[in-house]
């Protein structure tokens, strides 16, 4: 019996200088001392010895096995301790990076406005984006069937009024939050509205159907319209270059009288013409005007007494020439390999 004992033990001595790997040490460990291991057999097999040898036998194979088991273990030890080194981390290799993620570009643009407004004193308001056919049109001077509101189509909800006409619209621009300030705030009123518009479009490489602007308005005593081109031309600077000048052309929004448009000197050409400004020398970049009357008095605020100014910045577009992009839609699309050059 002991002579079998110990030709098992040379056999496991023989197969253990052969492994290479802790996997292939594991499995010898069970297949030979495990429960139902080769060696545990042999020494259940000691309870048959006649019982005069059995203690002896017993002491001498508990010796073997705990001799194997001692094997077994320095080979573990020296197993372990080599895969840890080859798992160690090579510190000469470049390191993982870490992704963090970035705000959007658009984002980025609007917190750029507001805190280049609310250094010169603006508030920054917001207002809601499912918004009451009032808020959008009436109370801004588009009453129903006015054909600006042609330009300005949208997504219109599904649930009546008291009269049974839809009255919730997506606004279709941040103007719906002006009669709304007014009737919260009063006058005198500096404030921005940055936030989403919708509008039902055919879009195409310039046109989205959901967008961002800012909205500004003031409304003190003796505004006037060269204190709102002081205030453009000053934001123009900041968002192109001190270079930047500033040009305003009649334009008609129902909801402001004299309405302009704003127009910068091409931040590529410096003016000279180029491709992004068609050869004019200057980018078209927001609407602006002298509040209607009839939307101050729809705010509460009394014409004769206070005047004021508002303008409107398309966020997309300011995105769109900074970064030169050539399609809109890429803001909205959620594509990352986009996102991420910003
Ligand atoms: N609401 C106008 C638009 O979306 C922009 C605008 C704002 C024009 C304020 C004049 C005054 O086109």
Not at 265 to 286: A, D, M, P, R
Not at 300 to 309: A, H, K, T, V
Request: hydrophobic share 35%.
């Amino acid at each position: 019996m002991i002579e079998k004992i110990n030709n098992l033990k040379k056999e496991i001595l023989d197969k253990l200088s052969e492994i290479k790997d802790s996997k292939a040490l594991a499995d010898l460990e069970v297949f030979y001392l495990g429960r139902k291991g080769e060696f545990t057999k042999i020494l259940r097999d000691i309870s048959n010895v006649v019982p005069e040898k059995r203690a002896a036998m017993g002491k001498a194979a508990n010796q073997i096995k705990k001799e194997i088991q001692e094997k077994v273990n320095e080979f573990k030890m020296q197993f372990e301790s080599k895969e840890t080194q080859e798992g160690e981390e090579d510190i000469t290799l470049p390191g993982v990076k870490f992704e963090t993620g970035h705000l959007h570009p658009i984002t980025q643009l609007q917190y750029e406005m507001e805190d280049l407004f609310t250094s010169m004193g603006f508030m920054t308001l917001s207002g809601p984006e499912l918004e009451s056919d009032y808020y959008n049109f009436e109370a801004i001077n588009i009453p129903p069937y006015h054909p600006a509101r042609d330009t300005q189509d949208t997504f219109y909800i599904d649930s009546k009024n008291k009269e049974g006409e839809n009255d919730l619209v997506m606004r279709t621009h941040t103007s719906s939050v002006q009669v709304r300030a007014m009737q919260k705030h009063g006058a005198p009123l500096k404030a921005i509205v940055p936030g989403r518009v919708f509008r039902s479009e055919a879009t195409d490489v310039r046109h989205e159907h959901t967008f961002y602007q800012v909205e500004g308005f003031v409304i003190d005593r003796d505004i006037t319209f060269s204190h709102m081109k002081g205030i453009l031309e000053l934001v123009g600077k900041k968002l192109f270059g001190p270079e930047t000048k500033i040009r305003m052309r009649p334009k008609y929004y129902p909801f402001v009288e004299p309405g302009s448009n704003g127009e910068y000197t091409c931040f590529l050409c410096h003016g000279k013409g180029c491709n992004l400004c068609k050869k004019t020398g200057w980018l078209e970049i927001l609407g602006s005007g002298m509040i209607h009357p009839n939307v101050l008095r729809a705010g509460g605020i009394d014409p004769d007494e206070y005047q004021g100014y508002a303008f409107g910045f398309g966020l997309n577009r300011l995105a769109q020439l900074r970064y030169k992009t050539d399609d809109v839609r890429l803001f909205n699309s959620g594509d990352l390999k986009f996102i991420k050059q910003f």
